[in-house]
């Protein structure tokens, strides 16, 4: 069974760095296109980074040059490392894997970050 | 990035009756949509992918369509456990970009 585990949320001032963990199960993590999706407060949902399981990576326009997605096999884990962090980046974080395509097959519970001090 | 536009961005319908809900992207994604429903603190869930194919598990009464830059998703007989919010995903090229999701109360 496919299971998609975050963790790593909190609060975190303005300015401040965190790593978001999506521990994965079920499946190897470094064989599938795997992504990050936010959703802020009673707000629509936003790709923010994709890693192809040949490793090429694509990040959003809002975060390019402050997060970087990264993959551990041994831990069969996806990161989410998140620098230069700003109120608008306050969110619940969902890691989600691409079943058969490229559609979002799997979802985790999704860990909450917020911004501010 | 590829620009997704659904509408409308609510609605509100009866038991039983059929609902339609439009996305329209920026430029052609040769079927390459999803549609899924995210219900209020929960994780979104993938309903349709390929513009119509099933997923598998969800109700028949879902059903998609379109070509080119402009896809429906239908509900034909709504219930209440449709009530939910549903967004179209285009995954044509990276990053993926959603819909700015349509509200479907019942």
């Known amino acids: 069974e496919v299971q998609l585990v975050e963790s790593g949320g909190g609060l975190i001032q303005p300015g401040g760095s965190l790593r978001l963990s999506c521990a994965a199960s079920?499946?190897?993590?470094?064989?599938?296109?795997m992504t990050w999706v936010r959703q802020a407060p009673g707000k629509g949902l936003e790709c923010v980074s994709v890693i192809y399981g040949g490793g090429t990576i694509y990040y959003a326009d809002s975060v390019k040059g402050r997060f970087s997605i990264s993959r551990d096999n041994s831990r069969n884990t996806l990161y989410l490392q998140m620098n230069s962090l700003r109120a608008e980046d306050t969110a619940v974080y969902y890691c989600?894997?691409?079943?058969?395509?490229?559609?979002?097959?799997?979802w985790g519970q999704g860990t909450l970050v917020i911004v501010s001090s | 990035d590829i620009q997704m536009t659904q509408s409308p961005s609510s609605l509100c319908a009866s038991v039983g009756e059929r609902v339609t809900i439009t996305c329209r992207a920026s430029q052609g994604i040769t079927n390459s949509l999803a549609w899924y429903q995210q219900k209020p603190g929960e994780a979104p869930k993938l309903l349709l992918y390929?513009?119509?194919t099933l997923e598998s598990g969800v109700p028949s009464r879902f059903s998609g369509s379109g070509s080119g830059t402009d896809y429906t998703l239908a509900v034909s007989s709504l219930q209440p456990e449709d009530a939910a919010t549903y967004y179209c995903q285009q995954y044509y090229s990276a990053p993926q970009t959603f819909g700015q999701g349509t509200k479907v109360e019942v």
């Open positions: 390929g513009a119509s």
């Open positions: 989600a894997r691409a079943s058969g395509g490229y559609h979002l097959g799997y």
């Open positions: 079920g499946f190897t993590v470094s064989t599938n296109y």
